[in-house]
T-cell receptor, first 115, second 111 residues
Framework: EAEVAQSPRYKITEKSQAVAFWCDPI?????LYWYRQILGQGPELLVQ????????DSQLPKDRFSAERLKGVDSTLKIQPAELGDSAMYLC?????????????FGPGTRLTVL | SQQGEEDPQALSIQEGENATMNCSYK?????LQWYRQNSGRGLVHLIL?????REKHSGRLRVTLDTSKKSSSLLITASRAADTASYFC???????????FGTGTLLAVQP
């Protein structure tokens, strides 16, 4: 069964350092999402891609976060510099189409700890 | 920002009992989805109910939607220890099908 792949699974870094997370969606899924989930809360959308274009990045802290999906397939989310408050689970998800209601398929997540 | 709130925040039941979780939301929606998250893992889609539907079943799951009250409920019948997880409702709104998740219900099923 096809799955969304994410790496690394765990990342520990010191504040002010740069970190990057990678996501490979299910083959053929045009829409890719990055979520941040703080412990004890539901996921919050950071950025949504349709193919290589950003559809929604209204909740992405653009002074320190960036995301790209250059060829419309895999994607990278970067934080520079990391802050203590960035400690969270970062989840990637994909779905077949935007504009049509579809379930989203989630990867296992990257747990980030900022010291 | 979180769209919905779920009730209860935590629920503990015995195997074989039914579990009911409720979700309230604030704005008009295209559909509402329920997801399960096992500890420290990614989310798994359970069921999707469209705004023009009132009830939907999938195996041991039953979901209801009341758009006039902006609320939904998830019923898990004959619960098993493997159902222990956090359950989230998510509302799909707007043209981009952005999902906004609730705060979640932590379900513990005791064997």
């Amino acid at each position: 069964e096809a799955e969304v792949a994410q790496s690394p699974r765990y990342k520990i870094t010191e504040k002010s350092q740069a970190v990057a997370f990678w996501c490979d969606p299910i083959s053929g899924h045009a829409t890719l999402y990055w979520y941040r989930q703080i412990l004890g809360q539901g996921p919050e959308l950071l950025v949504q891609f349709q193919d290589e274009s950003v559809v929604d990045d209204s909740q992405l802290p653009k002074d320190r976060f960036s995301a790209e999906r250059l060829k419309g397939v895999d994607s990278t989310l970067k934080i520079q510099p990391a802050e203590l408050g960035d400690s969270a689970m970062y989840l990637c998800a994909s779905s077949r189409l935007a504009g049509v209601s579809h379930e989203q398929f989630f990867g296992p997540g990257t747990r980030l700890t900022v010291l | 920002s979180q769209q919905g709130e779920e009730d209860p925040q935590a629920l503990s039941i015995q195997e074989g009992e039914n579990a009911t979780m409720n979700c309230s939301y604030k704005t008009s929606i295209n559909n509402l989805q329920w997801y399960r998250q096992n500890s420290g893992r990614g989310l798994v889609h359970l069921i999707l109910i469209r705004s023009n539907e009132r009830e939907k079943h999938s195996g041991r799951l039953r979901v209801t939607l009341d758009t006039s009250k902006k609320s939904s409920s998830l019923l898990i019948t004959a619960s098993r220890a493997a159902d222990t997880a956090s359950y989230f409702c998510a509302t799909d709104e707007g043209a981009t099908n952005k999902l906004i998740f609730g705060t979640g219900t932590l379900l513990a099923v005791q064997p």
